[in-house]
Each structure stands twice: as C-alpha cells, then as structure tokens.
C-alpha cells in the first residue's frame, strides 16, 4: 500500500493534534471554572470560555484565576512549547511545498508565504492535501 502522507505531514499533524488537545485542555478548565462559580452572563446565557463572560469584573477575576491554574500545572508551558512545534512543523511543510513546485512560480510563492498569511495558511492547507504517492522523486 502506498502512503499518502511524508514525514513532514505527519509531523505537521501532529504537532496541530497536539496543540488542539492542549487547547482543550485549557476549555474544559475553564468551563469548570464557569461551572463551579456559577457564572452566569446579564442576559441569562452560560459563557463557553473565559472570553465570553460579559461582566467586566467577573471576566478579570475569572482569567486570572484560570490563568494561575494553567499555569500550575505546566499546561501553559507545555501549550506554548507545541506552538513553537507547530510553527517549526508549518515551516517545514511549506519549505517542501516550494521544494516540489514549478521554478517558475516558486519565488512568488516563497515571498506570498513569508509576508501574507492568507497565502502562508492555504500554502499549508495545499500541501496537507497533497497525496505524495504522487510526486515523483
């Protein structure tokens, strides 16, 4: 069977599967947080996240407290360790997009993704679609 994937795609989503569960992680701290303070916005609607909550005050005393907690279990260290990966991991892709890509356009591509992050995002999008069984070597 044939893979469709190279190691720099793998790597790349794994690195966003990380980053996406440390995300959650950091979600569900903070809906428990809401959850356990019974934090409830003026028009009667339940914050998802910390962001949500309406009330000046409350939203202050609320992200700092989550913050401290984020950050006493290393979750904060840890999220900011996989955004480096990421980031690494999204160069990578995008350096072997270029690598495979006509001569012609190859410098307007590099130029696109180093100062426009619309191109950068769908450079990485292309590139993470690619089935590599079919590039030649």
Known sequence: ????????????MAAKALVQT???????????????????NPDGTNPERIY????????????EETAAEIAACDLE??????????????DRLIEYGLSISPAGIRS??????KDNYTIRKKLIDLVLRL??????R
């Open 1 to 12: 069977m044939k893979r469709t994937a190279n190691k720099v795609q793998r790597e790349y």
């Open 22 to 40: 440390l995300e959650e992680r950091e979600a569900q701290i903070e809906q428990a947080y809401i959850s356990a303070h019974g934090i409830v």
């Open 52 to 63: 949500c909550i309406m009330d000046e005050a409350i939203f202050d005393k609320a992200n």
């Open 77 to 90: 260290a840890e999220h900011n360790a996989a955004n480096a990966a990421l980031k690494a991991a999204e």
């Open 108 to 113: 307007t591509l590099a130029k696109g993704a």
């Open 131 to 136: 089935d590599v069984s079919t590039v030649p």
